[in-house]
């Protein structure tokens, strides 16, 4: 009897010490959230934070997964054990806090922008007004656009901009391929999307153009389920050694898109 409470203790450690190192580590992402997170022509998931997530594991001794999530339901995929993470160009947001969700620290200084096409007239976000105007379902352009979805919560901190568009409110899509789509083919007039997506956006389609206005900063992190701390800090452990190596800064280098001021390690390490 002795051996066998000695033997359930030990396990209760090991389980509460984070992940054992041939445990795979699946880390949820948008498939459609270029630079950070995509699927590329060999159809393979690849960005950089899939680059990134994969060096931690290598360094951890951990197994590796990418696994596609819906954005719109990322937190019920993490909270299912279907995903061990959401690490996707994932802006921190206080419902995340107040739910109970351990986050890493944060990595990213985000900025929201307006992307439009030439010739649709629009200046700045005065020129929305009576517009059609796209966001990514559940993403943070989105609250920002939307009442609060709770009683006693603020609303978001554009509603009032968003009651200027055609419709009072602004036309939400699955992913923000599906909002340049709708751009593309002029059944929206502009998207409300984070910087480097805009970049990355304006690159791919031809009159596509990224305002300077910023309507919006935020910050990206990683969401873990409540009670993961650990697994939290190992993984913030082993990206903080690939920043001190420098392996962080080279393989941000093969995003063109992505601009290393906005990073917060890269800054920090200065």
């Known amino acids: 009897m002795k051996k066998m409470i000695a033997l359930i203790l030990t396990l209760a450690l090991l389980m509460t010490a984070g992940l054992a ?3 795979t580590f699946r880390q949820g992402i948008d498939p459609e959230y270029p630079p950070f997170t995509y699927l590329n022509d060999n159809g393979e998931y690849a960005g950089f934070d899939v680059d ?5 594991c290598e360094l951890l001794g951990w197994e590796y997964e990418t696994v596609p999530v819906d954005w719109g339901t990322k937190e019920v995929s993490l909270n299912a054990n279907e ?5 996707s160009g994932m802006t921190i947001l206080p419902d995340m806090i107040k739910a109970g969700f351990v986050i890493s620290t944060p990595y990213y200084e985000n900025k929201q922008v307006i992307l439009t096409k030439e010739g649709k007239g ?3 976000s005065a020129d929305l007004a009576g517009k059609i105007v796209a966001v990514q379902a559940s993403t943070s352009a989105d609250k920002m656009l939307s009442p609060a979805a709770e009683e006693g919560e603020e609303d978001g901190e554009l509603l009032e901009l968003a009651k200027s568009f055609q419709g009072g409110e602004p036309v ?3 992913s923000y391929l599906a909002c340049a789509t709708e751009l593309d083919s002029n059944g929206a007039d502009a998207i409300i999307v984070d910087l480097p997506v805009a970049y990355q956006l304006a690159a791919q389609y031809k009159g596509f153009a990224v305002l300077d206005e910023i309507l919006g900063t935020e910050q990206y992190g990683i969401l873990y389920r409540a009670g993961d701390e650990e697994i939290c800090k190992q993984m913030d452990d082993a990206v903080a050694q690939l920043v001190a190596s420098g392996k962080y800064a080279e393989m941000l280098a093969k995003y063109e898109d992505l601009d290393p001021q906005y990073f917060i ?5 200065e």
């Open 265 to 269: 390690f890269l800054q920090s390490a």
């Open 122 to 124: 629009i200046a700045s």
């Open 21 to 23: 190192s041939a445990q």
């Open 83 to 87: 995903i061990d993470c959401v690490w």
């Open 172 to 174: 939400r899509m699955q």
């Open 52 to 56: 990134v997530c994969k060096a931690a």
